[in-house]
Protein backbone atom coordinates (compact mmCIF):
# COMPACT_ATOMS: atom_id res chain seq x y z
CA UNK A 1 0.00 0.00 0.00
CA UNK A 2 2.69 2.32 0.75
CA UNK A 3 5.14 1.67 -2.23
CA UNK A 4 1.58 2.49 -4.28
CA UNK A 5 1.15 5.71 -2.18
CA UNK A 6 5.11 6.53 -2.85
CA UNK A 7 4.29 5.81 -6.97
CA UNK A 8 1.92 8.29 -7.14
CA UNK A 9 3.61 10.83 -4.80
CA UNK A 10 6.25 10.56 -7.14
CA UNK A 11 4.26 11.16 -9.67
CA UNK A 12 2.58 14.08 -8.38
CA UNK A 13 5.78 15.60 -7.72
CA UNK A 14 7.36 15.37 -10.94
CA UNK A 15 4.36 16.91 -12.79
CA UNK A 16 4.61 19.42 -9.90
CA UNK A 17 8.49 20.06 -10.91
CA UNK A 18 7.45 20.42 -14.85
CA UNK A 19 4.82 23.14 -14.25
CA UNK A 20 7.37 25.42 -12.26
CA UNK A 21 9.87 25.02 -14.97
CA UNK A 22 6.51 25.29 -17.63
CA UNK A 23 5.29 28.55 -15.61
CA UNK A 24 8.23 30.45 -15.98
CA UNK A 25 9.04 29.29 -19.98
CA UNK A 26 5.37 30.74 -20.12
CA UNK A 27 5.72 34.21 -18.28
CA UNK A 28 8.54 35.00 -21.19
CA UNK A 29 6.42 33.30 -23.94
CA UNK A 30 3.42 35.60 -22.85
CA UNK A 31 5.87 38.23 -22.45
CA UNK A 32 7.11 38.29 -25.22
CA UNK A 33 4.03 37.75 -27.35
CA UNK A 34 2.48 40.96 -26.15
CA UNK A 35 5.17 43.21 -25.44
CA UNK A 36 8.79 43.79 -26.53
CA UNK A 37 10.25 44.32 -23.56
CA UNK A 38 12.38 41.05 -23.77
CA UNK A 39 13.59 41.22 -27.04
CA UNK A 40 17.44 40.98 -26.16
CA UNK A 41 18.72 40.57 -29.93
CA UNK A 42 19.63 43.14 -32.03
CA UNK A 43 18.61 43.38 -36.02
CA UNK A 44 22.41 43.86 -37.08
CA UNK A 45 22.63 44.28 -40.61
CA UNK A 46 19.40 46.33 -40.50
CA UNK A 47 20.67 48.82 -37.42
CA UNK A 48 23.67 49.40 -39.05
CA UNK A 49 23.34 53.12 -38.51
CA UNK A 50 21.83 53.69 -35.20
CA UNK A 51 24.57 51.12 -34.17
CA UNK A 52 27.21 52.73 -31.71
CA UNK A 53 29.85 50.51 -29.88
CA UNK A 54 31.42 51.67 -26.83
CA UNK A 55 33.80 54.29 -26.25
CA UNK A 56 36.45 51.67 -25.29
CA UNK A 57 35.97 49.08 -28.01
CA UNK A 58 38.74 47.86 -29.76
CA UNK A 59 37.86 47.31 -33.18
CA UNK A 60 41.30 47.78 -34.98
CA UNK A 61 44.33 50.08 -34.67
CA UNK A 62 44.35 53.37 -36.03
CA UNK A 63 46.48 56.70 -36.58
CA UNK A 64 44.60 59.56 -35.11
CA UNK A 65 44.84 62.47 -37.51
CA UNK A 66 43.83 65.98 -37.48
CA UNK A 67 42.06 68.30 -40.04
CA UNK A 68 45.20 69.74 -41.35
CA UNK A 69 45.97 65.48 -41.74
CA UNK A 70 49.10 65.49 -39.56
CA UNK A 71 49.44 62.56 -38.03
CA UNK A 72 51.48 62.03 -34.41
CA UNK A 73 53.88 59.31 -35.06
CA UNK A 74 57.51 60.09 -35.27
CA UNK A 75 58.23 56.79 -36.57
CA UNK A 76 60.70 55.39 -32.88
CA UNK A 77 59.25 52.05 -33.26
CA UNK A 78 58.30 51.42 -29.55
CA UNK A 79 54.80 50.11 -30.94
CA UNK A 80 57.10 47.26 -33.33
CA UNK A 81 58.95 46.41 -30.24
CA UNK A 82 55.77 45.82 -27.62
CA UNK A 83 53.94 43.78 -30.05
CA UNK A 84 53.59 40.14 -30.20
CA UNK A 85 52.92 39.33 -32.99
CA UNK A 86 54.89 41.22 -35.10
CA UNK A 87 51.88 42.58 -36.88
CA UNK A 88 53.49 45.89 -37.12
CA UNK A 89 56.46 47.51 -39.12
CA UNK A 90 57.27 50.75 -39.11
CA UNK A 91 59.25 51.65 -42.77
CA UNK A 92 61.53 55.03 -41.98
CA UNK A 93 62.55 58.02 -44.20
CA UNK A 94 64.71 61.06 -43.61
CA UNK A 95 62.81 64.02 -44.19
CA UNK A 96 63.99 67.77 -43.67
CA UNK A 97 61.88 69.53 -41.30
CA UNK A 98 61.33 73.52 -41.54
CA UNK A 99 64.86 74.70 -40.04
CA UNK A 100 66.34 72.66 -43.15
CA UNK A 101 67.81 69.34 -40.64
CA UNK A 102 67.20 66.05 -41.68
CA UNK A 103 64.99 64.26 -38.98
CA UNK A 104 63.52 60.49 -39.08
CA UNK A 105 59.76 59.96 -40.02
CA UNK A 106 57.50 57.83 -41.36
CA UNK A 107 57.31 56.55 -44.45
CA UNK A 108 54.42 53.79 -44.33
CA UNK A 109 52.94 52.56 -40.79
CA UNK A 110 52.59 49.35 -41.97
CA UNK A 111 49.59 47.34 -39.43
CA UNK A 112 48.49 43.71 -40.60
CA UNK A 113 45.20 43.14 -38.80
CA UNK A 114 45.01 39.39 -39.31
CA UNK A 115 48.22 38.81 -37.15
CA UNK A 116 46.46 41.33 -34.84
CA UNK A 117 45.25 40.29 -31.32
CA UNK A 118 43.89 43.26 -30.01
CA UNK A 119 45.90 43.29 -26.70
CA UNK A 120 46.65 47.18 -27.08
CA UNK A 121 50.39 47.03 -26.34
CA UNK A 122 51.22 49.34 -29.07
CA UNK A 123 48.70 51.83 -27.74
CA UNK A 124 49.45 51.90 -24.57
CA UNK A 125 53.40 51.82 -25.67
CA UNK A 126 53.51 55.06 -27.78
CA UNK A 127 54.62 58.17 -26.25
CA UNK A 128 53.50 60.37 -28.13
CA UNK A 129 49.62 58.97 -28.29
CA UNK A 130 49.78 58.55 -32.13
CA UNK A 131 47.57 55.29 -32.24
CA UNK A 132 44.19 54.89 -30.85
CA UNK A 133 41.05 52.51 -31.22
CA UNK A 134 39.50 52.33 -34.09
CA UNK A 135 35.55 51.45 -33.38
CA UNK A 136 34.85 49.80 -37.20
CA UNK A 137 34.80 45.84 -36.72
CA UNK A 138 33.14 44.67 -39.94
CA UNK A 139 36.56 43.34 -41.29
CA UNK A 140 35.42 40.78 -43.57
CA UNK A 141 37.10 40.93 -47.06
CA UNK A 142 37.63 39.14 -50.40
CA UNK A 143 41.33 39.41 -50.46
CA UNK A 144 43.97 38.58 -47.89
CA UNK A 145 46.25 41.55 -49.16
CA UNK A 146 43.24 43.63 -48.42
CA UNK A 147 44.15 43.17 -44.37
CA UNK A 148 47.40 44.39 -44.35
CA UNK A 149 46.65 48.51 -44.00
CA UNK A 150 48.62 51.69 -43.89
CA UNK A 151 47.94 53.78 -41.21
CA UNK A 152 49.26 57.08 -42.28
CA UNK A 153 47.39 58.77 -44.78
CA UNK A 154 48.47 59.33 -48.40
CA UNK A 155 50.32 62.71 -48.02
CA UNK A 156 49.77 63.32 -44.10
CA UNK A 157 52.81 65.30 -42.13
CA UNK A 158 53.97 64.73 -38.47
CA UNK A 159 52.51 67.38 -35.89
CA UNK A 160 54.81 69.93 -34.73
CA UNK A 161 55.09 69.80 -31.47
CA UNK A 162 56.31 66.02 -31.86
CA UNK A 163 59.82 65.76 -30.63
CA UNK A 164 62.14 63.25 -32.54
CA UNK B 1 44.55 1.83 -25.97
CA UNK B 2 46.56 -0.83 -27.93
CA UNK B 3 45.38 -3.26 -25.69
CA UNK B 4 41.94 -2.59 -26.43
CA UNK B 5 42.43 -2.20 -29.84
CA UNK B 6 43.92 -6.12 -29.88
CA UNK B 7 40.84 -7.62 -27.50
CA UNK B 8 38.80 -6.37 -30.46
CA UNK B 9 40.58 -7.72 -33.24
CA UNK B 10 41.14 -11.08 -31.92
CA UNK B 11 37.53 -11.65 -30.47
CA UNK B 12 35.18 -10.67 -33.21
CA UNK B 13 32.17 -11.97 -30.74
CA UNK B 14 33.25 -9.39 -28.46
CA UNK B 15 30.22 -7.42 -26.85
CA UNK B 16 32.42 -4.14 -26.23
CA UNK B 17 33.00 -1.48 -28.83
CA UNK B 18 35.63 1.31 -28.80
CA UNK B 19 33.37 4.35 -29.89
CA UNK B 20 35.06 7.95 -30.35
CA UNK B 21 33.34 10.84 -29.58
CA UNK B 22 34.97 13.86 -30.69
CA UNK B 23 36.48 15.89 -31.20
CA UNK B 24 33.44 17.71 -33.40
CA UNK B 25 30.97 16.33 -30.40
CA UNK B 26 28.99 19.39 -29.48
CA UNK B 27 28.78 18.02 -25.89
CA UNK B 28 32.47 17.74 -25.05
CA UNK B 29 32.44 21.84 -25.83
CA UNK B 30 35.56 22.25 -27.78
CA UNK B 31 37.82 19.58 -29.88
CA UNK B 32 38.19 16.86 -26.98
CA UNK B 33 38.59 13.26 -28.01
CA UNK B 34 37.16 11.05 -25.59
CA UNK B 35 38.02 7.16 -26.38
CA UNK B 36 35.03 5.05 -24.74
CA UNK B 37 34.58 1.69 -24.30
CA UNK B 38 31.35 0.21 -24.47
CA UNK B 39 29.67 -2.87 -23.60
CA UNK B 40 25.98 -2.71 -24.74
CA UNK B 41 25.34 0.75 -23.40
CA UNK B 42 27.44 1.28 -20.13
CA UNK B 43 31.06 3.11 -19.92
CA UNK B 44 33.67 0.49 -19.03
CA UNK B 45 36.56 2.81 -20.23
CA UNK B 46 37.34 6.73 -20.88
CA UNK B 47 40.11 7.82 -22.59
CA UNK B 48 40.69 11.18 -23.06
CA UNK B 49 43.12 12.22 -26.61
CA UNK B 50 44.62 15.62 -25.77
CA UNK B 51 46.35 17.56 -28.50
CA UNK B 52 43.99 19.15 -30.69
CA UNK B 53 43.87 22.82 -29.74
CA UNK B 54 47.55 22.51 -28.90
CA UNK B 55 49.06 26.06 -29.43
CA UNK B 56 51.83 25.61 -27.68
CA UNK B 57 51.44 28.81 -25.35
CA UNK B 58 53.94 27.80 -22.79
CA UNK B 59 56.67 27.62 -25.05
CA UNK B 60 55.58 30.59 -26.68
CA UNK B 61 56.01 32.57 -23.70
CA UNK B 62 59.60 31.86 -23.62
CA UNK B 63 60.12 34.47 -26.34
CA UNK B 64 58.36 37.32 -25.61
CA UNK B 65 58.27 39.46 -22.31
CA UNK B 66 56.00 39.44 -19.58
CA UNK B 67 53.22 42.45 -20.45
CA UNK B 68 53.18 40.04 -23.52
CA UNK B 69 52.39 37.03 -22.42
CA UNK B 70 49.28 38.46 -20.73
CA UNK B 71 47.20 38.48 -23.67
CA UNK B 72 48.34 34.61 -24.29
CA UNK B 73 46.43 33.60 -20.73
CA UNK B 74 43.28 35.12 -22.54
CA UNK B 75 43.50 32.28 -24.64
CA UNK B 76 43.89 29.36 -22.90
CA UNK B 77 41.04 29.75 -20.07
CA UNK B 78 38.52 31.84 -21.89
CA UNK B 79 35.97 32.08 -19.79
CA UNK B 80 38.13 32.68 -17.24
CA UNK B 81 40.51 35.20 -18.91
CA UNK B 82 40.56 37.71 -16.08
CA UNK B 83 41.49 35.35 -13.60
CA UNK B 84 44.39 34.39 -16.10
CA UNK B 85 45.68 37.53 -16.46
CA UNK B 86 45.71 38.12 -12.78
CA UNK B 87 47.68 34.90 -12.14
CA UNK B 88 50.66 35.79 -13.90
CA UNK B 89 50.31 40.09 -13.37
CA UNK B 90 50.40 38.89 -9.59
CA UNK B 91 53.48 36.09 -10.07
CA UNK B 92 55.74 39.20 -11.68
CA UNK B 93 54.52 41.90 -9.41
CA UNK B 94 55.40 39.94 -6.44
CA UNK B 95 58.38 38.92 -7.83
CA UNK B 96 59.64 42.51 -8.47
CA UNK B 97 58.17 43.19 -4.83
CA UNK B 98 55.86 46.06 -6.73
CA UNK B 99 52.81 47.15 -4.79
CA UNK B 100 49.94 48.10 -6.78
CA UNK B 101 47.69 50.50 -5.64
CA UNK B 102 44.47 49.49 -3.77
CA UNK B 103 42.60 50.68 -6.12
CA UNK B 104 43.82 48.19 -8.76
CA UNK B 105 43.03 45.59 -6.21
CA UNK B 106 39.67 46.41 -6.03
CA UNK B 107 38.89 46.34 -9.74
CA UNK B 108 41.11 43.39 -10.40
CA UNK B 109 38.75 41.44 -7.13
CA UNK B 110 35.41 42.64 -8.79
CA UNK B 111 36.32 42.04 -12.68
CA UNK B 112 37.53 38.13 -11.45
CA UNK B 113 34.23 37.67 -9.45
CA UNK B 114 31.86 38.96 -12.56
CA UNK B 115 33.74 36.85 -14.80
CA UNK B 116 33.26 33.91 -12.45
CA UNK B 117 29.67 34.73 -12.71
CA UNK B 118 29.42 35.08 -16.33
CA UNK B 119 31.50 31.29 -16.50
CA UNK B 120 29.16 30.02 -14.59
CA UNK B 121 26.59 31.12 -15.96
CA UNK B 122 27.46 29.93 -19.38
CA UNK B 123 28.17 26.55 -17.68
CA UNK B 124 24.32 26.42 -16.14
CA UNK B 125 23.33 27.09 -20.05
CA UNK B 126 25.10 24.44 -21.67
CA UNK B 127 25.05 22.27 -18.86
CA UNK B 128 21.35 22.38 -18.95
CA UNK B 129 21.52 21.88 -22.72
CA UNK B 130 23.56 18.96 -22.32
CA UNK B 131 20.89 16.68 -20.52
CA UNK B 132 18.26 18.16 -23.38
CA UNK B 133 16.66 21.44 -21.51
CA UNK B 134 17.23 23.76 -24.74
CA UNK B 135 15.57 26.77 -22.73
CA UNK B 136 18.58 26.93 -20.42
CA UNK B 137 21.13 28.07 -23.17
CA UNK B 138 18.94 31.03 -24.10
CA UNK B 139 18.07 32.10 -20.56
CA UNK B 140 22.22 31.52 -19.28
CA UNK B 141 23.26 33.38 -22.20
CA UNK B 142 20.52 36.09 -22.36
CA UNK B 143 22.08 37.35 -18.62
CA UNK B 144 25.77 36.82 -19.42
CA UNK B 145 25.41 39.37 -22.20
CA UNK B 146 24.83 42.08 -19.32
CA UNK B 147 28.26 41.32 -18.12
CA UNK B 148 29.94 41.04 -21.17
CA UNK B 149 28.87 44.45 -22.07
CA UNK B 150 29.93 45.77 -18.17
CA UNK B 151 33.46 44.66 -19.66
CA UNK B 152 32.97 46.07 -22.83
CA UNK B 153 31.99 49.23 -21.65
CA UNK B 154 35.87 49.23 -19.34
CA UNK B 155 38.05 47.24 -21.00
CA UNK B 156 36.86 47.34 -24.65
CA UNK B 157 36.44 43.55 -25.26
CA UNK B 158 33.85 41.06 -24.42
CA UNK B 159 35.84 37.91 -24.10
CA UNK B 160 39.03 38.06 -24.35
CA UNK B 161 39.77 41.37 -22.07
CA UNK B 162 43.53 41.04 -21.88
CA UNK B 163 42.81 44.13 -19.03
CA UNK B 164 45.61 43.13 -16.33
CA UNK B 165 49.10 44.06 -17.16
CA UNK B 166 52.01 43.82 -14.79
CA UNK B 167 51.52 46.80 -12.07
CA UNK B 168 47.89 47.43 -12.96
CA UNK B 169 45.29 47.95 -15.45
CA UNK B 170 45.33 48.73 -19.08
CA UNK B 171 43.32 51.55 -18.56
CA UNK B 172 41.15 52.87 -16.34
CA UNK B 173 37.14 51.86 -15.55
CA UNK B 174 34.53 53.43 -17.54
CA UNK B 175 32.50 56.42 -15.02
CA UNK B 176 29.67 54.35 -15.48
CA UNK B 177 31.00 50.93 -14.27
CA UNK B 178 30.00 50.95 -10.73
CA UNK B 179 26.38 52.11 -11.45
CA UNK B 180 25.60 49.24 -13.78
CA UNK B 181 27.44 46.75 -12.36
CA UNK B 182 24.93 47.54 -9.02
CA UNK B 183 22.30 47.07 -11.64
CA UNK B 184 23.42 44.57 -12.79
CA UNK B 185 23.44 42.79 -9.33
CA UNK B 186 19.89 43.76 -8.64
CA UNK B 187 18.59 42.38 -12.17
CA UNK B 188 20.58 38.69 -11.33
CA UNK B 189 19.47 38.92 -7.67
CA UNK B 190 15.52 38.81 -9.61
CA UNK B 191 16.19 36.15 -11.80
CA UNK B 192 18.74 33.47 -10.39
CA UNK B 193 15.59 32.18 -8.66
CA UNK B 194 14.25 31.60 -12.10
CA UNK B 195 17.13 29.16 -12.83
CA UNK B 196 16.55 27.36 -9.66
CA UNK B 197 12.90 26.51 -10.60
CA UNK B 198 13.39 25.53 -14.34
CA UNK B 199 16.08 23.44 -13.80
CA UNK B 200 16.90 22.65 -10.30
CA UNK B 201 13.79 21.20 -9.19
CA UNK B 202 13.06 19.42 -12.43
CA UNK B 203 12.29 16.28 -12.39
CA UNK B 204 14.23 14.60 -14.86
CA UNK B 205 17.16 16.45 -14.23
CA UNK B 206 17.40 14.95 -10.55
CA UNK B 207 16.85 11.98 -12.43
CA UNK B 208 20.08 12.27 -14.26
CA UNK B 209 22.02 13.78 -11.88
CA UNK B 210 21.83 12.56 -7.98
CA UNK B 211 24.00 9.73 -7.48
CA UNK B 212 25.57 10.18 -10.96
CA UNK B 213 29.62 10.05 -11.23
CA UNK B 214 30.67 9.60 -7.68
CA UNK B 215 33.54 11.60 -6.77
CA UNK B 216 34.86 10.93 -3.55
CA UNK B 217 36.98 13.19 -1.29
CA UNK B 218 39.94 10.84 -1.39
CA UNK B 219 40.57 10.72 -5.19
CA UNK B 220 39.27 14.67 -5.50
CA UNK B 221 42.92 14.90 -3.36
CA UNK B 222 44.54 12.07 -5.27
CA UNK B 223 43.40 13.49 -8.58
CA UNK B 224 44.23 17.28 -7.87
CA UNK B 225 40.49 17.71 -8.50
CA UNK B 226 40.00 21.56 -7.64
CA UNK B 227 37.10 24.34 -8.66
CA UNK B 228 33.53 23.96 -7.96
CA UNK B 229 34.21 19.92 -9.00
CA UNK B 230 36.19 19.38 -5.77
CA UNK B 231 34.44 21.18 -2.93
CA UNK B 232 31.38 19.15 -4.36
CA UNK B 233 33.28 16.27 -3.05
CA UNK B 234 33.96 18.35 0.20
CA UNK B 235 37.77 19.31 -0.74
CA UNK B 236 38.59 22.62 0.57
CA UNK B 237 40.38 23.78 -1.86
CA UNK B 238 39.56 27.00 -2.61
CA UNK B 239 42.36 29.31 -3.22
CA UNK B 240 40.54 33.07 -2.28
CA UNK B 241 40.24 31.50 1.33
CA UNK B 242 43.48 29.75 1.82
CA UNK B 243 46.10 31.56 0.25
CA UNK B 244 44.12 35.38 -0.56
CA UNK B 245 45.11 37.62 -3.08
CA UNK B 246 43.76 40.74 -4.39
CA UNK B 247 41.50 42.37 -1.50
CA UNK B 248 39.73 38.80 -0.76
CA UNK B 249 40.69 39.17 2.96
CA UNK B 250 38.43 42.39 3.03
CA UNK B 251 35.28 40.69 1.62
CA UNK B 252 33.52 37.93 3.60
CA UNK B 253 32.55 34.95 1.72
CA UNK B 254 31.76 31.18 2.41
CA UNK B 255 33.47 28.89 0.47
CA UNK B 256 30.56 26.68 -0.89
CA UNK B 257 31.62 22.89 0.24
CA UNK B 258 29.05 19.97 -0.17
CA UNK B 259 30.37 16.62 0.54
CA UNK B 260 27.55 14.43 -2.17
CA UNK B 261 30.40 14.26 -4.63
CA UNK B 262 27.66 13.75 -7.64
CA UNK B 263 26.93 15.72 -10.14
CA UNK B 264 24.15 17.25 -8.44
CA UNK B 265 26.81 18.47 -5.96
CA UNK B 266 28.61 19.91 -8.46
CA UNK B 267 25.90 21.55 -9.80
CA UNK B 268 24.98 23.00 -6.70
CA UNK B 269 28.32 24.78 -6.14
CA UNK B 270 28.37 26.28 -9.30
CA UNK B 271 24.52 27.96 -8.48
CA UNK B 272 25.86 28.87 -4.50
CA UNK B 273 29.13 30.37 -5.31
CA UNK B 274 27.13 32.62 -7.90
CA UNK B 275 25.49 34.27 -5.13
CA UNK B 276 28.63 33.94 -2.80
CA UNK B 277 29.86 36.20 -5.85
CA UNK B 278 27.24 38.64 -5.70
CA UNK B 279 28.16 39.37 -2.61
CA UNK B 280 31.69 39.72 -2.39
CA UNK B 281 30.95 42.33 -5.31
CA UNK B 282 28.47 43.74 -2.69
CA UNK B 283 31.02 44.70 -0.23
CA UNK B 284 33.42 46.04 -2.39
CA UNK B 285 32.35 47.74 -4.98
CA UNK B 286 30.87 51.28 -2.91
CA UNK B 287 34.64 50.81 -1.27
CA UNK B 288 36.67 51.44 -4.91
CA UNK B 289 39.19 53.67 -3.61
CA UNK B 290 40.55 56.86 -5.50
CA UNK B 291 43.92 56.41 -7.36
CA UNK B 292 46.09 55.71 -9.97
CA UNK B 293 45.18 52.73 -12.10
CA UNK B 294 48.52 51.57 -12.83
CA UNK B 295 52.06 51.43 -10.40
CA UNK B 296 54.84 53.06 -11.23
CA UNK B 297 56.52 50.21 -13.66
CA UNK B 298 60.16 50.11 -15.65
CA UNK B 299 59.61 50.49 -19.24
CA UNK B 300 61.29 47.02 -19.61
CA UNK B 301 60.39 44.32 -16.89
CA UNK B 302 62.97 41.88 -15.75
CA UNK B 303 62.47 39.37 -13.03
CA UNK B 304 65.48 38.88 -11.28
CA UNK B 305 66.87 35.14 -11.72
CA UNK B 306 64.36 32.87 -9.40
CA UNK B 307 61.44 30.87 -9.24
CA UNK B 308 58.29 32.06 -9.22
CA UNK B 309 55.46 30.32 -8.31
CA UNK B 310 51.52 31.76 -7.82
CA UNK B 311 47.90 30.20 -8.00
CA UNK B 312 44.64 32.03 -8.17
CA UNK B 313 40.85 30.35 -8.45
CA UNK B 314 39.49 30.55 -11.38
CA UNK B 315 35.87 29.43 -12.55
CA UNK B 316 37.32 26.21 -12.66
CA UNK B 317 39.74 25.20 -10.19
CA UNK B 318 43.21 26.20 -9.10
CA UNK B 319 45.66 27.96 -11.70
CA UNK B 320 48.98 28.18 -11.12
CA UNK B 321 52.09 30.07 -12.57
CA UNK B 322 55.49 29.31 -12.61
CA UNK B 323 58.25 31.54 -13.76
CA UNK B 324 61.69 30.17 -14.32
CA UNK B 325 63.83 33.65 -14.75
CA UNK B 326 67.03 33.63 -15.69
CA UNK B 327 67.29 37.51 -15.36
CA UNK B 328 66.09 38.38 -18.87
CA UNK B 329 63.16 40.53 -20.36
CA UNK B 330 61.39 37.22 -21.17
CA UNK B 331 60.92 33.88 -18.80
CA UNK B 332 63.53 30.70 -19.07
CA UNK B 333 60.61 28.50 -18.54
CA UNK B 334 56.82 28.93 -17.99
CA UNK B 335 54.46 26.28 -16.79
CA UNK B 336 51.08 26.72 -16.48
CA UNK B 337 49.06 24.45 -13.92
CA UNK B 338 45.85 24.48 -15.73
CA UNK B 339 42.86 23.10 -13.55
CA UNK B 340 41.09 21.37 -16.42
CA UNK B 341 44.09 19.07 -17.09
CA UNK B 342 43.95 17.76 -13.51
CA UNK B 343 40.03 17.55 -13.66
CA UNK B 344 40.01 15.59 -17.05
CA UNK B 345 42.24 13.38 -15.73
CA UNK B 346 39.54 11.72 -13.11
CA UNK B 347 36.81 11.55 -15.85
CA UNK B 348 37.25 7.86 -16.23
CA UNK B 349 37.32 6.83 -12.35
CA UNK B 350 33.62 9.00 -12.55
CA UNK B 351 31.91 7.27 -15.85
CA UNK B 352 33.15 3.42 -16.05
CA UNK B 353 29.60 1.63 -15.12
CA UNK B 354 26.93 4.72 -15.78
CA UNK B 355 25.47 5.00 -19.47
CA UNK B 356 26.82 6.77 -22.47
CA UNK B 357 24.10 9.25 -21.91
CA UNK B 358 25.35 10.01 -17.86
CA UNK B 359 28.69 10.24 -19.51
CA UNK B 360 27.60 13.45 -21.03
CA UNK B 361 25.96 14.74 -18.02
CA UNK B 362 29.42 14.13 -15.97
CA UNK B 363 31.65 15.36 -18.59
CA UNK B 364 29.59 18.82 -18.34
CA UNK B 365 29.20 18.75 -14.66
CA UNK B 366 33.15 18.91 -14.33
CA UNK B 367 33.16 21.91 -16.95
CA UNK B 368 36.03 21.25 -19.23
CA UNK B 369 37.23 24.00 -21.18
CA UNK B 370 39.33 22.87 -24.07
CA UNK B 371 41.70 24.64 -24.67
CA UNK B 372 42.87 25.16 -21.52
CA UNK B 373 43.65 21.44 -20.89
CA UNK B 374 45.96 21.32 -24.49
CA UNK B 375 47.16 25.09 -24.15
Keep these: MKEILNYFQEIFSAIRSLTTGMKVTGKYFAINAFTDKQVFTQKYPENRKELKMFDAFRGEVIMTHNENNEHRCNGCGICELNCPNGSIEIIAKKENNEDGKAIRAIDQHVYQLAMCTFCGLCIKACPSNALDWGQDFEHAVFDRSKLTKVLNQPGSKIQKDIKE | ?375
Design chain 2, 1 to 375: MIENREILLNDPNSERYLVNMGPQHPSTHGVLRLVVGIKGETVDSVQPHCGYIHRGIEKMCEHITYPQIIHLTDRMDYLSAHQNNHAVCLAVENALGVQVPERVQYIRTIMDELSRIASHQLWWATFGMDLGALTTFFYGLRDREKILDIFEESTGSRFLQSYYTPGGLMKDIHPDFQKHVKEFLVYFRKLLPEYDQLLTGNVIYRARSINMGLLSKEDAINYGVTGPSGRGSGFSCDVRKHKPYGVYHKAEFNEILRTEGDVHARYMVHMDEMRESMKIIEQLIDNIPAGDFIAKMKPVIKLPAGEYWQSVETARGELGVYIVSDGNKNPYRMKFRSPNLSNLGVLEKLSIGHKIADLIAIGGSMDYIIPDIDR
